[in-house]
T-cell receptor, first 111, second 116 residues
Framework: EDQVTQSPEALRLQEGESSSLNCSYT??????LFWYRQDPGKGPEFLFT???AGEEKEKERLKATLTKKESFLHITAPKPEDSATYLC????????????FGKGTKLSVKP | GAVVSQHPSRVICKSGTSVKIECRSL??????MFWYRQFPKQSLMLMAT?????????EQGVEKDKFLINHASLTLSTLTVTSAHPEDSSFYIC????????????FGDGTRLSIL
């Protein structure tokens, strides 16, 4: 069964304090691993897709990496506006295109 | 970029009412759309896969007679919660992707359904 586990559940950082979020996954044939940002009361906003181990993607203060078992979302010098819930999802070869989501990491960045 | 619009954003209604939620892909065509439900502090859980021109595929445990899905065109899917009860109160979100299956899905802003 495809499964996604994210840690930590919640993370509090001071502005400028870099850290990483973890996404561990098990999937039968990975088609893609996706990172999303979700603000309260909103739908997930797409950040990155990673397709194969060793791949990395960057966008502003965020960098996503992928191994065969997990993905990390690195946040460098975060700002208060980076506060949100970050969701990780996988798409397996047996799916119809749907995503399996983790529960997310709620990030709070204090000024 | 790909935009998915979902309407309404919030519904409050009495028990027994049927509620229709619309999901539109604004600048691309989507042969497949997905409906998810999200409870507080929980993952998004797939309810059903909506296929244009054919019947939706429902996940185990999701009642197809209660959650009616219609995907009448390449840009519109609707979810109707029939005879809603308080336990149906949740955050419902749709998504769609353009192109091949491993392309990112783009999500609507969700519908907060509250049944009194």
């Amino acid at each position: 069964e495809d499964q996604v586990t994210q840690s930590p559940e919640a993370l509090r950082l001071q502005e400028g304090e870099s850290s990483s979020l973890n996404c561990s996954y098990t999937v039968s044939g990975l088609r893609g691993l996706f990172w999303y940002r979700q603000d309260p009361g909103k739908g997930p906003e797409f950040l990155f897709t990673l397709y194969s181990a060793g791949e990395e993607k960057e966008k502003e203060r965020l960098k996503a990496t992928l191994t065969k078992k997990e993905s990390f979302l690195h946040i460098t010098a975060p700002k208060p506006e980076d506060s949100a819930t970050y969701l990780c999802a996988v798409q397996g070869e047996g799916s119809q295109g749907n995503l399996i989501f983790g529960k997310g990491t709620k990030l709070s960045v204090k000024p | 970029g790909a935009v998915v619009s979902q309407h309404p954003s919030r519904v409050i209604c009495k028990s027994g009412t049927s509620v229709k939620i619309e999901c539109r892909s604004l600048d691309f065509q989507a042969t497949t759309m997905f409906w998810y439900r999200q409870f507080p502090k929980q993952s998004l859980m797939l309810m059903a896969t909506s296929n244009e021109g054919s019947k939706a595929t429902y996940e185990q445990g999701v009642e197809k007679d209660k959650f009616l899905i219609n995907h009448a065109s390449l840009t519109l899917s609707t979810l109707t919660v029939t005879s809603a009860h308080p336990e149906d109160s949740s955050f419902y979100i749709c998504s769609a992707s353009e192109g091949s299956r491993n392309q990112p899905q783009h999500f609507g802003d969700g519908t907060r359904l509250s049944i009194l």
